[in-house]
């Protein structure tokens, strides 16, 4: 059974900063991993994926302001967020793919307003 642990969210002004971190419980090198965020009463949102080579990819609304990686050997991968929005307001989940199946973390609230 994979866990996830998502850490690192909060509220912050339109303009600044966060750091979002997602820590699996188990070895991440072989998998697929990203984030997703959803809003109550709004469907669920792609983010941003990276591939086990490191590759990304990213939704049009957070492209060039959002940057995913990974810690292979911490086995994390984070979410880095600039010149936030309030639009980008919402619940952030991490997931991992592996072996066909999804996994979910339980989410971390971003709040940015002012």
């Not at 900063?17 to 984030?35: D, E, K, Q, V």
């Amino acid at each position: 059974q994979v866990q996830l642990m998502e850490s690192g969210g909060g509220s912050v002004q339109p303009g600044g900063s966060l750091r979002l971190s997602c820590t699996a419980s188990g070895s991440i090198i072989y998998y697929l991993m990203g984030w997703y965020r959803q809003v109550p009463g709004k469907r669920r949102e792609f983010v941003a994926l990276i591939n086990d080579d490191g590759s990304t990819t990213y939704a049009d609304s957070v492209r060039g302001r959002f940057t995913i990686s990974r810690d292979n050997t911490e086995r994390t991968i984070s979410l880095q967020m600039n010149n936030l929005e309030p639009e980008d307001t919402a619940v952030y989940s991490c997931y991992q793919r592996k072996d066909g199946l999804f996994y979910w973390g339980q989410g971390t609230q971003v709040t940015v307003s002012s």
